[in-house]
């Protein structure tokens, strides 16, 4: 069960009333978002009970067993393998890093309540290799999951994530000492020397309805001898994309959110078509995109961030299998596998979009 967080005390209540984004209590947007909030919030029935067909897939998406691909190490020394959602293991010059892992099969508070996977994962949580760092870019269900943090404590791996979060990680049994939390622009150096930066996003937290913005929301980069990776979080688009290629670029490849949206959560989510606008804005690396595939958590068909992808970005777009590893300077044409899968409605609901109706977003 897991447990509710506690009150910051101490060192890290210092670090983050330091903090710019932290004002009276909450953390703040520091960066106006480029697309506002338009149109209605999604109702509680269209989230629960679905709008519109193709919500989820009919049958088994196709994947692929990594594991024995994982032996060897990439040729080129960059690879990833998404594992659904937001999770992918990256290899980069050396370094194995496992970002935002979810293997439980619902996110939410509740059990048995609320958005279940498509299908299982493509391969067991103790069938990966030992990550060299987890990270955790923000505490929303579908990026912090309980069950999988409780399961990455006896693995004795370092975490990495943003301001605040670690207090959560702390609550479940996972030792202080292996927890780095970064405010913005922050860096720290893990295993074989990889560099990873926090940086800006637009975005919000929380686990509950009482810790709204309680803690800090991040994209990373991660920068090794050879190679450097972005990855987005969860944002929505803003000029923080320029700079931060300017700053922490270039990049090889580049993990955008894609899935989840909505126009009435245009300022936290970008959605394929502005994951295209972020990725120039960023100006460098190829697009592998996340956050979609796994949960129906928006009222739209669950793989229109694929085609309008495809139909939009035919050079440097890669759309690997679940479970398939991918080396970014190999990658061939896009296979637009997801058409083979007949979709169907489905009962959903979005917690994260609770909480939006509840407590309406402010800037």
Not at 308 to 329: C, F, I, S
């Amino acid at each position: 069960m897991e447990l509710l967080c506690r009150t910051p005390t101490g060192e890290r209540l210092e670090r983050l009333l330091a903090s710019p984004r932290y004002v009276d209590g909450r953390f703040v947007n520091t960066y106006t978002p480029e697309v506002q909030n338009a149109g209605k919030m999604p109702t509680l029935s269209e989230l629960i009970l679905g709008s519109g067909e193709g919500r989820k897939p009919k049958g088994r998406l196709p994947t692929v067993d990594p594991r024995e691909t994982w032996t060897q190490p990439p040729s080129s020394g960059l690879r990833a393998t998404w594992l659904g959602h937001s999770g992918v293991l990256l290899e980069i010059d050396g370094c194995r890093i496992l970002t935002d892992p979810v293997w439980g099969s619902r996110v939410s508070p509740l059990a048995g309540i609320g958005p279940k996977r498509f299908q299982p994962p493509p391969v067991t949580l103790a069938s990966i290799p030992k990550p060299d760092v987890v990270l955790v870019s923000h505490d929303h269900y579908d990026h912090l999951d309980y069950p999988t943090m409780r399961a990455l404590r006896t693995m004795q791996v370092p975490f990495v994530t943003s301001l605040g979060v670690g207090l959560h990680l702390e609550s479940w049994g996972i030792a202080p000492e292996r927890i780095v939390e970064l405010d913005w622009w922050e860096a720290t150096t893990v295993a074989g020397g990889l560099q990873i930066t926090a940086a800006p996003a637009h975005h919000f937290s929380g686990r509950a309805l009482h810790d709204r913005n309680a803690t800090l929301w991040s994209s990373f980069a991660f920068r090794g001898q050879k190679h450097s990776v972005y990855f987005s979080g969860d944002t929505g688009l803003s000029s923080a994309f320029a700079e931060i290629g300017r700053r922490l670029g270039p990049f090889d490849l580049v993990m955008l959110e894609v899935g989840a949206f909505h126009p009435a959560w245009g300022s936290i989510h970008l959605g394929p078509e502005n994951a295209l606008k972020a990725w120039k804005y960023l100006g460098s690396g190829k697009l592998l995109p996340v956050h979609w595939g796994t949960f129906s958590l928006a009222p739209h068909p669950w793989a229109e961030p694929a085609e309008v992808l495809y139909a939009n970005a035919p050079e440097g777009l890669l759309m690997p299998k679940l479970g398939e590893p991918v080396e970014p300077v190999h990658a061939e044409k896009v296979d637009p596998w997801w058409r083979s899968t007949v979709q169907t409605g489905s009962l959903g609901c979005f917690w994260e979009a609770t909480q939006s109706l509840l407590l309406p977003i402010k800037d």
